[in-house]
T-cell receptor, first 113, second 108 residues
Framework: DVKVTQSSRYLVKRTGEKVFLECVQDMDHENMFWYRQDPGLGLRLIYF???????EKGDIPEGYSVSREKKERFSLILESASTNQTSMYLC????????????FGPGTRLTVL | GQNIDQPTEMTATEGAIVQINCTYQ??????LFWYQQHAGEAPTFLSYNVLDGLEEKGRFSSFLSRSKGYSYLLLKELQMKDSASYLC?????????FGRGTSLIVHP
């Protein structure tokens, strides 16, 4: 059974803290993605990676960074968390080729106080 | 990535049929996906269309017209568990493009 896992389902952090969100996939997928999802705004792409050590900015990269040191793991980093980063964060992975669907992790509900 | 257009919300009755429409910009088209997302959960894949026409998969069917930049998801014999958001991202080489999704409410 294919799987994308995320390190936490719920996370509460304070303003200014450094936050790490981890995502691991077991499907040997080249592509991995980080999205945030807010009511009325849909899924917005933060960063994606198409290979190890490769990353590209999505639509809303400001305030975030990412790391992909191993193929199966894609980390999202909030250098200094702010209250407007309170959101649901979803990781996804996808095989090479436009016809392949994305597999999503269960999401991390992050609250920044 | 906001070149996908879907209705924000739809309501339907249990047992009925509902059609959720999706229009998209035809540039850079590489197929169209449909995903279902229940509240508080991750999206799950429903279908992928790259050629014109209707593809049926049980109670769910998906239609595509490439020349019109138009797709729809048809849900038959609606069940309460079909209450969810439905997303229709346009496929791309690396990055599917998502819209805001359609929230479907099924009532008894």
């Amino acid at each position: 059974d294919v799987k994308v896992t995320q390190s936490s389902r719920y996370l509460v952090k304070r303003t200014g803290e450094k936050v790490f969100l981890e995502c691991v996939q077991d499907m040997d997928h080249e592509n991995m993605f980080w999205y945030r999802q807010d009511p009325g705004l849909g899924l917005r792409l933060i960063y994606f990676s198409y290979d190890v050590k490769m990353k590209e900015k999505g639509d809303i990269p400001e305030g975030y960074s990412v790391s992909r040191e191993k193929k199966e793991r894609f980390s999202l980093i909030l250098e200094s968390a702010s209250t407007n980063q309170t959101s649901m964060y979803l990781c996804a992975s996808k095989g090479r080729g436009s016809y392949n669907e994305q597999f999503f992790g269960p999401g991390t509900r992050l609250t920044v106080l | 990535g906001q070149n996908i257009d879907q209705p924000t919300e739809m309501t339907a009755t249990e047992g009925a049929i509902v059609q959720i429409n999706c229009t998209y910009q035809t540039s850079g088209f590489n197929g169209l996906f449909w995903y279902q997302q229940h509240a508080g959960e991750a999206p799950t894949f429903l279908s992928y269309n790259v050629l014109d026409g209707l593809e049926e998969k049980g109670r769910f069917s998906s239609f595509l017209s490439r020349s019109k930049g138009y797709s729809y998801l048809l849900l038959k014999e609606l069940q309460m568990k079909d209450s969810a958001s439905y997303l229709c991202p346009k496929g791309g080489s690396y990055i599917p493009t998502f819209g805001r999704g359609t929230s479907l409410i099924v009532h008894p």
